[in-house]
């Protein structure tokens, strides 16, 4: 069975840093996209972040470019989301999923049960 565990989350100021862990047990990450998604009560669940299996791929939406940055390590079946400056509006559960495929188009197939981070003004 396959198992997604975030980890990382917390309560900080507007302008601090956080680094979001997942980690992913069965078969390694290597062969799978994994997907960083945030949700806040009430509204529809977003897709933060994504990075195909060689890691030559990524995807950030548009509020998070240049601020955020997602990298794995294979041997460890760990993805992380390196998130500098944060903002208010990033306040969120942050989700990981490992997807069906390689690519980040393929879908997520498993999920954590979320992390949160909640960020102060």
């Known amino acids: 069975q396959v198992r997604v565990v975030e980890s990382g989350g917390g309560s900080v100021q507007a302008g601090d840093s956080l680094r979001l862990s997942c980690v992913a047990s069965?078969?390694?990450?290597?062969?799978?996209?994994m997907g960083w998604f945030r949700q806040v009560p009430g509204k529809e669940r977003e897709g933060v972040s994504c990075?195909?299996?060689?890691?030559?791929?990524?995807y950030y939406i548009d509020s998070v470019k240049g601020r955020f940055t997602i990298s794995r390590d294979n041997v460890k079946n760990t993805v992380y989301l390196q998130m500098n400056n944060l903002r208010p509006e990033d306040t969120a559960v942050y989700y990981c999923a490992r997807n069906y495929a390689r690519s980040c188009s393929s879908g997520s197939a498993y999920w954590g049960k979320g992390t949160l981070v909640a960020v102060s003004s």
């Open positions: 069965g078969r390694s990450i290597s062969a799978y996209a």
């Open positions: 990075t195909s299996s060689s890691d030559v791929s990524t």
